[in-house]
């Protein structure tokens, strides 16, 4: 299986990268099927992934025992097919990845009223907040 790999912060020594990894079938369904996605894998990913604000472990308890979280705010991002806006205020964009660091998938969310930086509901939906940014 060919990937994609992008170097980000290593949670679990955040003085090191780490490359994580995208699957090219999913990476080929969302070009084919999704380019709303496909461009957002080359707008607001990679700004998440090199200026994350929060990294969660513990993603998915119920379905998926582990998983990773990166979470940021793009200054852009893709809308609609061709069409890039501004990010929204009120909202994270979130990319996720299995134990072994391969992306499974990018969304935006919520952010929470407490803590903007982060999810909404985040203390319910991860097993921990294992790292933030210093701005």
């Known amino acids: 299986m ?4 992008y170097r980000t ?8 990268k780490l490359l994580v990894r995208f699957p090219q079938p999913l ?3 969302w070009q084919k099927y999704v380019p709303v996605q496909f461009a957002n894998l ?5 700004e998440v992934l090199d200026q ?5 472990h513990g993603v998915r308890r119920s379905h998926n025992e582990g998983g990773w979280c990166y979470i940021g705010i793009p200054q852009r991002w893709t809308v609609r097919e061709n069409v890039t806006a501004p990010f929204p205020p009120g909202k994270v964009f979130a990319v996720y990845f299995n ?12 952010a929470d009223p407490v803590d903007p930086l982060c999810p909404k509901d985040w203390q319910h939906r991860y097993e921990s907040l294992v790292w933030k940014s210093a701005h």
């Not at 912060?9 to 090191?16: H, T």
């Not at 994350?52 to 969660?56: A, G, L, N, S, V």
């Not at 134990?99 to 919520?110: D, H, K, N, S």
């Open 27 to 29: 990476i080929e369904h």
């Open 2 to 5: 060919g990937w994609l790999t």
């Open 99 to 110: 134990l072994q660091f391969e992306c499974y998938t990018f969304r935006a969310e919520y």
């Open 52 to 56: 994350p604000r929060r990294i969660f």
């Open 42 to 46: 080359g707008i607001a990913v990679p």
């Open 9 to 16: 912060i290593d949670p679990r020594n955040p003085a090191e």
